[in-house]
């Protein structure tokens, strides 16, 4: 019960379409088992309602909110539903990331469209989330961001906006956590390897037209540790950790979950 009586806001709760399960559910799921009251936040109101059943049904407390995070107003009435609803937010998580299905592209192929789209829903979207979440935290001198970025922002990627905005999403989590330090918010951000997830795997297989199976064996085979993807889980765990009071001291950090590859690359 390392969450016990905490309030948690996921937004990303639901999933993309294909096989498995999302980061951002899967995270749900773990603050949930852990004791914290979530706000399970999705542009598909019918994919976070999947997510908070699945919470209830084994017990847990979980209510699915609709917002699009490209509009403010939307981010602004996600913080007001948790803290009406509970009188408090102790845990921001924004799990929210678009790349190919969001039309990235390498340069030469690159849209502009492509690029307001993918930076509003990967790095616009958590710069709001911010603003309207650390006014309640800074009040409660305590509270817990944690942003999910990709370990693309450093690796060679070839897809232009993706890799830009989890570039930025790094340094804005950082920005967030020393401007806040004293108000006692922490904010640190997880950087995923190769995940077996359905935005992951199940998006690269409508683009390419090959198999799953062939998708995934590609990607097993450019992970160091175990030649196995990551699963949602590890993400998940990562993200309960620094949910948290054991990392109580931890603030401003970029943490690879990852499988080894930015060792690799280093």
């Not at 993918?118 to 800074?138: E, H, S, W």
């Not at 409660?140 to 232009?160: F, H």
């Not at 998940?236 to 970029?254: C, K, P, Q, R």
Request: aromatic share 6%.
């Amino acid at each position: 019960m390392r969450l016990k009586d905490k309030i948690a806001i996921v937004v990303g709760a639901g999933q993309s379409p294909g096989e498995g399960m999302g980061n951002g559910r899967a995270t749900v799921l773990r603050f949930a088992q852990e004791g914290a009251k979530v706000l399970a936040v999705d542009n598909k109101l019918a994919s976070a309602e999947e997510t908070a059943a699945m919470v209830r049904q084994a017990g847990g407390d979980c209510v699915a909110f609709e917002a699009d995070v490209g509009k403010e107003a939307a981010l602004a009435a996600m913080v007001a539903d948790a803290k009406r609803r509970w009188g408090r937010i102790d845990i921001l998580h924004y799990n929210v990331g678009v790349s190919l299905a969001g039309g990235d592209a390498v340069l030469a192929e690159f849209t502009e469209a492509a690029f307001d789209r993918i930076a509003t829903i990967n790095l616009r979207g958590a710069i709001m989330a911010c603003k309207q979440v650390l006014p309640v935290m800074r009040a409660q001198k305590s509270g817990v961001i944690i942003t999910i970025a990709s370990i693309s922002a450093i690796e060679n990627y070839p897809y232009v906006a993706y890799k830009a905005t989890k570039a930025g999403l790094i340094a804005f989590t950082q920005q967030v956590a020393i401007q806040n330090a004293e108000f006692g918010v922490r904010a640190n951000v997880i950087l995923p390897g190769l995940m077996d997830t359905p935005m992951a795997v199940d998006t690269r297989v409508r683009v390419s037209g090959k198999s799953r199976a062939e998708v995934a064996a590609g990607r097993d085979a450019r992970v160091p540790l175990r030649r196995k993807m990551g699963t949602a889980w590890d993400v998940a765990n990562a993200a309960l950790f620094l949910a948290s009071d054991e990392a109580n001291f931890i603030t401003g950090v970029a943490l690879p979950v990852d499988g080894g590859a930015l060792v690799n690359i280093n």
